[in-house]
């Protein structure tokens, strides 16, 4: 039975574990400022805070509420575009006005609860931090400057770098950003979960089971309303002992790309990864559901394949691993038991930072999901090629290790003919089809492109691009 805080109200419901949290907000609890659109996580109108507690202290994520499942929220506080509103408009709204940043109001109560969220979180007033927290909300009146300017004003009105993460709720209440019943929400929270246990998954067969539910939502969500729903475990962690880094598959994607540990390794992936999903789903999304949706084109698949990979799996007290490479057996299908779980991501990582490249090219730059991915990474000893994996999206019905390619370069001298040689052996690697992202020729130069690009960024000082065209 999920139990959770609304605002500030302790909410015990015996409604379905799947009914999705938009739905009870607007129609049971008649909550009608947190907007539904697009309900497959696209444009933030549904966009809410989840806080929970951690070490003492509230930590808050936006969420599109579109996708989030009431039993993912046990235990949470929830915090609606209500639960702020007070007599006056706050600042933020002020600055909205003001700036010209409201049009049709459409848009407006997402685009408040993502601004607060930016409050919560980030640790200085920087104007960029700002407009990547609203990345996630669409506004299709403003044109986007009016909603810059409030930014910017908010920005110089307030600093966050004078806000100590301990002490940001008291801060932001006094800044009358947050209504001052926010100062207790830790105990409420504290004695919420205090006041009985969570729900415990009946062990009924045939349980799905869900992570972040942002797949499942967007692909089926009325079916899942009457369905037996097995919520996994939310531990996030990332973990490096002896080379080896081991990754909670709960993880989120936001949570991998702000791991210190992890931009220590790939100097990139902060960002590269704002290039999938949009900010609110990477809050949610996890790296397991990613993988085992299994889709063509999923990121984070082609990202841990060009790592070659495994995969903890476990079902009861057996586990097993497997090479990420071998878990994708046709269109959506994977090697994976009923009850079987993924628990964790495990590959390589020596102590330097890797020599390692995601490229992705989609419609749209941002929030768009790929027309055709690729990640490689490569070591070299003696201009020889001591370490290559390279792996491709949306050029056949999985996400593919080019195992021939990367058998072909083991161990050869870099060279501009060997690899021209080596883009020839990948295009026989691959099968695309042609659908709404490009033709069968578009996607097979686009990954050629790709491959080129990895290469001429890994190796600048051995190759350049008049010879490999
Ligand atoms: C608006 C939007 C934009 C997106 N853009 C991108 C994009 O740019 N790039 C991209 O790659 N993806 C994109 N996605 C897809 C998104 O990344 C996936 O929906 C997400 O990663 C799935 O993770 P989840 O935790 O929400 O999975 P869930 O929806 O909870 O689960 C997905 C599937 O995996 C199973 N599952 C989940 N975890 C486990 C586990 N640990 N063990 C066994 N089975 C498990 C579930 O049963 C289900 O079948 C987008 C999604 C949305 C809604
Ligand atoms: S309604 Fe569009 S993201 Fe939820
Ligand atoms: S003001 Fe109309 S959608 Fe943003």
Request: hydrophobic share 40%; aromatic share 6%.
């Amino acid at each position: 039975m999920p139990r959770f805080l609304l605002n500030n109200t302790a909410i015990e419901t015996d409604l379905a574990d799947g009914m999705v949290l938009l739905d009870f907000l607007r129609q049971e609890q008649q909550l009608i400022g947190t907007r539904a659109a697009c309900r497959e996580g696209d444009c933030g109108s549904c966009l809410v805070l989840c806080g929970e507690l951690n070490q003492d202290i509230m930590q808050y994520r936006p969420v599109t509420s579109c996708l989030l499942p009431l039993g993912i929220i046990n235990g949470r506080h929830i915090v609606t575009i209500e639960g702020i509103n007070v007599d006056t408009l706050n600042p933020i709204q002020q600055a909205l006005v003001e700036q010209g940043g409201i049009q049709c109001g459409f848009c407006t109560p997402g685009l408040v609860m993502a601004i607060t969220t930016f409050f919560l979180t980030a640790s200085s007033s920087t104007e960029s931090l700002a407009i990547d927290a609203v990345s996630g909300n669409l506004c299709r009146c403003t044109g986007y400057a009016g909603i810059r300017r409030a930014l910017a004003v908010l920005c110089r009105q307030f600093d966050l770098g004078s806000s100590k993460p301990e002490n940001r709720i008291n801060d932001l209440i006094e800044w009358q950003i947050l209504p001052s019943w926010f100062g207790d929400i830790s105990h409420c929270l504290a004695e919420l979960s205090e006041a009985g246990e969570n729900t415990i998954p009946s062990m009924i067969d045939q349980q799905i089971k869900v992570a972040g539910g942002t797949d499942l939502w967007v692909q089926k969500a009325q079916q899942l309303v009457h369905q037996n729903l097995d919520f996994i475990d939310s531990d996030e962690a990332i973990e490096l002992t002896q080379q080896n880094c081991t990754i909670n598959a709960a993880t989120r994607i936001e949570t991998l790309r702000l791991s210190p540990l992890m931009q220590q390794h790939f100097r990139q992936i902060e960002d590269d990864f704002k290039l999938i999903c949009s900010m609110p789903v990477r809050q949610q999304a996890t790296v397991g559901g990613n993988i085992v949706n299994a889709s063509p084109i999923g990121d984070l698949s082609v990202f841990f394949l060009a790592l070659d990979a495994t995969l903890v799996l476990k079902s009861g007290k057996q586990q097993r691993s497997l090479p990420l490479r071998h878990f994708f057996k046709g269109y959506k299908q994977v090697d994976l038991q009923v009850d079987e779980e993924l628990v964790g991501i495990r590959f390589f990582c020596p102590d330097t930072p890797l020599n390692f490249s995601f490229e992705k090219v989609s419609k749209r730059t941002y929030l768009d999901i790929a027309s055709v991915n690729s990640a490689m990474l490569i070591e070299l000893q003696d201009d020889c090629i001591k370490t290559i994996h390279i792996s491709a999206g949306g050029v056949a019905a999985t996400p593919l290790y080019l195992q021939q390619t990367c058998q072909f370069l083991q161990a050869k001298k870099v060279t501009a003919d060997l690899i021209k040689q080596a883009l020839d052996i990948a295009q026989t690697e691959i099968s695309p089809i042609a659908d709404i992202r490009g033709s069968i020729d578009y996607k097979r130069l686009l990954l050629k492109q790709l491959l080129i690009a990895h290469f001429l960024k890994l190796l600048p000082d051995l190759l350049c691009w008049e010879d490999l065209r």
